[in-house]
């Protein structure tokens, strides 16, 4: 297993991608969903590291030993959620059942006027949120994301749906270009999505309980709301199977400006307070976590037969 997630390779083939991309949209969502079986039996084959990782996992969120058919489940609803991308970014939210809660808490933090961050996770889909563009149509979000760490699903998503595209702040380039073009974002009034649950290379971090164990969370999602002073809103979109997800907005942080001398004591504070709001969402369905590395502070092992072993919760 690589020792960092970043170094995993993309999965999937272009051509492969383009090929359930194409069917999807010319015979429908119906007939594309039916290759995601087969998808998930073979990425369960193929990708060892990946079925370690969702086993160890799932067996700390179910509270039991996974099972085969437990991580079958669960590369089955990623495998759904990147169907589903397609179509929400080439359809938006129609044919699709959204429940959105928390609505009320990000409008509070909208009407200050001064842009916020929508903080979110690699669980279910972030591309859900969608339905805010509908009920808030004037209302702009522009995404912090890694360009290069899956550029063939990236390119093709994105094809589908350029303004989108154009919406996106590289984070795989220089950092302090990042902030800036956040901070330029926030005073234009808008929203920023960031995923706080990885950290890349490098990257500081803070250590937090997480399922029963510890795992490391970035700081800086934390650090670039305190220095830019930007409220901080969390935002999950959870999938439920068929066309059903449910959108959570929930008031996390005033983004206040920390002090120098308590900011290990504060960035510690946020840090364990979004690990335990993750914890809580993730959940509500655990077939809903998209990372499929070890998260926590334990290597994963095999017996000496090569078979999976799971950490102990």
Not at 35 to 43: N, R, S, T
Not at 90 to 105: E, P
Request: proline share 5%; aromatic share 10%.
């Amino acid at each position: 297993m690589s020792a960092h997630w970043s170094e995993r390779r993309e999965g999937g083939g272009r051509f492969a991608l383009w090929l359930i991309r194409e069917i999807g949209l010319r015979m429908g969502r119906l007939p594309a969903r039916a290759l995601l079986y087969p998808i998930a039996v073979y990425f369960f084959f193929r990708r060892g590291p990946e079925r370690r990782a969702s086993r160890a996992f799932l067996t700390r969120a179910l509270g039991r030993p996974a099972r085969t058919w437990d991580v079958l489940k669960h590369i089955h609803c990623y495998a759904a959620t990147i169907l589903d991308r397609v179509f929400l970014l080439a359809r938006g939210t129609h044919g699709f059942a959204i429940d959105v809660h928390g609505l009320d808490q990000l409008e509070a933090r909208i009407a200050q006027g001064r842009g916020a961050i929508l903080l979110g996770a690699h669980i279910g889909s972030f591309e859900a949120l969608r339905v805010l563009a509908e009920a808030r149509p004037d209302l702009r979000v522009r995404m912090l994301m890694d360009r290069g760490q899956t550029p063939a699903l990236t390119q093709l998503l994105h094809a589908l749906n350029p303004t989108v595209a154009g919406m996106v702040i590289d984070a795989g380039g220089d950092g302090a270009d990042a902030v800036l073009a956040i901070r330029d974002a926030a005073e234009q009034g808008a929203l920023i999505g960031l995923l706080g649950d990885r950290a890349r290379p490098g990257e500081a971090t803070r250590a937090a309980r997480f399922f029963d164990g510890e795992a490391e969370f970035p700081i800086a999602p934390h650090l670039i709301a305190a220095i830019l002073e930007l409220p901080v809103v969390l935002a999950f979109g959870l999938y439920h199977g068929a066309n059903r997800y449910t959108v959570y907005f929930e008031d996390f942080s005033a983004g206040a400006v920390i002090p120098r001398n308590e900011r290990a004591a504060r960035l510690a504070e946020l840090v364990q307070g979004y690990a335990a709001r993750l914890e809580y969402y993730t959940r509500l369905d655990p077939y809903n976590w998209f990372n499929f590395y070890e998260f926590w502070n334990v290597p994963a092992r095999t017996d000496p037969a090569g078979r999976d072993v799971v950490p102990s919760a």
